[in-house]
């Protein structure tokens, strides 16, 4: 997944990560999430991010990467999810 932070300013640098690697959610409604894919294995989905750095838009946020592990084979969510417990239904 990369995470690039939305400013109208070119030079605004907003970090996506903090220094031990925990990606930074203060507030994600200026932010573009993107999946660069589904891998099975880290190597080849750090292969991926390395190929995406120098793309355009990736390239503007080197470090807005972070890799995700999820055991294949396995239902996730198995309870559903709570918006609002107004719209629990």
Known sequence: MHRHHLSL???DL?????EDGEPLFWDDSEDS????????SRRL???R???ARSL???RRSPDG???HEYPLGQAHWPKGF???????A
Do not use: T, W
């Open 82 to 88: 709570r918006i609002r417990p107004a719209d629990d």
């Open 56 to 58: 355009p838009g990736f």
């Open 9 to 11: 300013d070119p030079d």
């Open 33 to 40: 999430f993107k999946i660069l894919g589904l891998y099975s």
């Open 49 to 51: 991010i390395e190929q």
């Open 14 to 18: 907003a970090p996506d990560f903090m």
């Open 45 to 47: 989905a750090e292969e």
């Open 65 to 67: 990467f972070c890799v």
